[in-house]
């Protein structure tokens, strides 16, 4: 078994790497690339020609999924967490997250007018202490990004177990910040 894997995940490196020359942010110079419409604000500065779509529906992120597959586009750029998500369970382990983050932005929560102060407060304590101390980051990032969790997950999206621990354990830990996926 360790054997079958250990070929498996050497078979899909060397595939990324001989089909692909993409490995950062550098790299997609020139190349037609795929986004959010709400990112083409952020991203109309680049060097790379990025097209936005629409991300409504299932059925658009299944878009993105098979541009990438049908070469119609070099590379998708969304938040780093989607991209992670996304090629951790992909079907055939074929998508790659590559290079570093692009930008760094917040997200936020919002809360209905009629929120207790007390939640509101408690809530962002935890997320200042979540960005501060180094080590609960880490944790969270090992266990459902990088551990058991992630072929927990897999059965929402109908996926086999074994495909998405396969999956999750060929992305290495160089990629964890990336915020571009590719084939």
């Not at 110079?29 to 629409?54: F, H, I, N």
């Amino acid at each position: 078994m360790v054997h079958l894997f250990t070929a498996s995940t050497a078979g899909i490196m060397t595939a990324k790497n001989l089909a692909n020359d993409i490995k950062g942010v550098d790299d997609l110079a020139g190349k037609t690339v795929q986004t959010w419409e709400g990112y083409m604000t952020s991203l109309r500065d680049t060097s790379y020609d990025a097209v936005g779509l629409p991300w409504d529906t299932n059925a658009d992120t299944a878009a993105f999924v098979d541009n990438l597959r049908s070469h119609r586009y070099q590379a998708l750029v969304l938040d780093t967490a989607t991209i992670m998500d996304m090629a951790s369970h992909a079907e055939h382990c074929d998508l790659f997250p590559v290079g570093g983050a692009f930008q760094t932005f917040d997200l936020s929560i919002a809360f209905p007018p009629d929120a207790p102060d007390g939640l509101i407060s408690n809530v962002s304590t935890s997320m200042v202490r979540l960005q501060t101390e180094g080590a609960v980051l880490d944790e969270l990032e090992r266990v459902f990004m990088h551990g058991e969790t992630v072929g927990k997950m897999a059965g929402i999206y109908g996926k086999g177990l074994d495909n998405a621990h396969t999956c999750a354990d060929a992305l290495s830990d160089d990629a964890a910040g990336g915020n571009a996926l590719t084939l």
